[in-house]
């Protein structure tokens, strides 16, 4: 079972073909059906709403727990973060065609994903600071840069911090520049998940100074992604992001291998008591 709901709506929610079946929540046809782990399913957007609020972590069918609840989630919408992060929501337009956004190539079913897992992180899991290893899967990642990228700008105006246009003709701009350092690094590349928000600021800047851009922007964005309620700011809200969303996924797929391992072993195990009966 997942560990947390960012981590279940990163890698918990199956693609699967269309089916003639409506879909249960919104009762309507299927849109981007994804299956959960009882074998139930739903819309993208209908079950990552769903799962997204506080106090939801079933199946709505049958009510199979399918993460573990924060012991600190808010339960008062009025108050909560999940209630600012609902509202950035709202005012986050994300475009049909995936592939202008941010010059960043993805798929709106995959961005639907990774906008449903942005949306858990910011509301419930951005305090957890992801430990060890995590292997950058540029493939994957795409969507996620893209989700996140759309909704702190979103996130700002809820929270009285609202970028300027200004500020958000460089945050577009540093988004860019941001994939073309990712599309830089080694494929498969390993980074350690504490220090990757550091290492990727420090390559970002280097990047934009050598390539041209009028000296100071980074410095004079720094200053003010500093003032948001994050240790360091947006940029590093969407790095932190990125590292936790690698590093689940990485966890994910691990535990999937030894799974694969374990059977292996046992239909093996079959294999040779078979064998054993068919000579005796």
Same mark, same amino acid.
């Given at each position: 079972m997942a560990t947390s709901r960012a981590q279940f709506l990163s890698t918990g929610l199956v693609p699967v073909p269309t089916t003639s079946e409506p879909c249960a929540i919104c009762t309507g046809d299927l849109t981007a059906p994804v299956q959960l782990p009882c074998k139930h399913i739903y819309c993208t957007a209908c079950v990552s709403t769903w799962l997204g609020q506080p106090?939801?972590?079933?199946?709505?069918?049958?009510?199979s727990k399918l993460f573990t609840l924060p012991q600190t989630e808010d339960l008062l919408p009025s108050t909560s973060r999940w209630?600012?992060?609902?509202?950035?929501?709202?005012?986050?337009?994300?475009?049909?065609?995936a592939d202008l956004v941010h010059s960043i190539p993805t798929t709106q079913p995959r961005l639907d994903r990774a906008h449903a897992a942005a949306r858990a992180y910011l509301s419930f899991d951005q305090t957890l600071v992801p430990t060890g290893p995590?292997?950058?899967?540029?493939?994957?990642?795409?969507a996620y840069v893209v989700a996140m &990228?759309? /909704?702190?700008?979103? $996130?700002?105006?809820?929270?009285?911090? +609202?970028?300027? =246009?200004?500020?958000?003709?460089?945050?577009?701009?540093?988004?860019?520049?941001?994939?073309t350092v990712l599309l830089e690094i080694s494929p498969r590349r390993t980074f350690d998940?504490?220090?990757f928000p550091e290492i990727m600021t420090d390559r970002l800047r280097t990047h934009m100074d050598l390539r041209g851009y009028y000296p100071g922007r980074m410095a004079?964005?720094?200053?003010?992604l500093?003032?948001?309620?994050?240790?360091? &700011?947006? /940029?590093?809200?969407? $790095?932190?992001?990125?590292?936790?969303? +690698?590093?689940? =996924?990485?966890?994910?797929m691990e535990g999937r291998a030894r799974t694969a391992e374990r059977m292996a072993a046992?239909?093996?195990?079959?294999?040779?008591?078979?064998?054993r009966c068919a000579v005796m």
């Amino acid at each position: 079972m997942a560990t947390s709901r960012a981590q279940f709506l990163s890698t918990g929610l199956v693609p699967v073909p269309t089916t003639s079946e409506p879909c249960a929540i919104c009762t309507g046809d299927l849109t981007a059906p994804v299956q959960l782990p009882c074998k139930h399913i739903y819309c993208t957007a209908c079950v990552s709403t769903w799962l997204g609020q506080p106090g939801r972590n079933t199946c709505p069918t049958c009510r199979s727990k399918l993460f573990t609840l924060p012991q600190t989630e808010d339960l008062l919408p009025s108050t909560s973060r999940w209630a600012q992060v609902s509202r950035a929501v709202a005012l986050t337009a994300i475009a049909s065609e995936a592939d202008l956004v941010h010059s960043i190539p993805t798929t709106q079913p995959r961005l639907d994903r990774a906008h449903a897992a942005a949306r858990a992180y910011l509301s419930f899991d951005q305090t957890l600071v992801p430990t060890g290893p995590v292997t950058l899967d540029l493939a994957f990642l795409q969507a996620y840069v893209v989700a996140m &990228g759309n /909704l702190l700008p979103a $996130l700002a105006a809820v929270q009285d911090r +609202s970028y300027t =246009r200004v500020q958000m003709t460089e945050w577009h701009q540093i988004l860019g520049r941001l994939w073309t350092v990712l599309l830089e690094i080694s494929p498969r590349r390993t980074f350690d998940a504490v220090g990757f928000p550091e290492i990727m600021t420090d390559r970002l800047r280097t990047h934009m100074d050598l390539r041209g851009y009028y000296p100071g922007r980074m410095a004079a964005l720094d200053v003010r992604l500093s003032a948001d309620d994050s240790p360091r &700011g947006d /940029l590093v809200t969407l $790095l932190r992001f990125l590292a936790h969303v +690698s590093r689940d =996924r990485q966890e994910e797929m691990e535990g999937r291998a030894r799974t694969a391992e374990r059977m292996a072993a046992g239909r093996e195990r079959v294999r040779r008591e078979e064998s054993r009966c068919a000579v005796m």
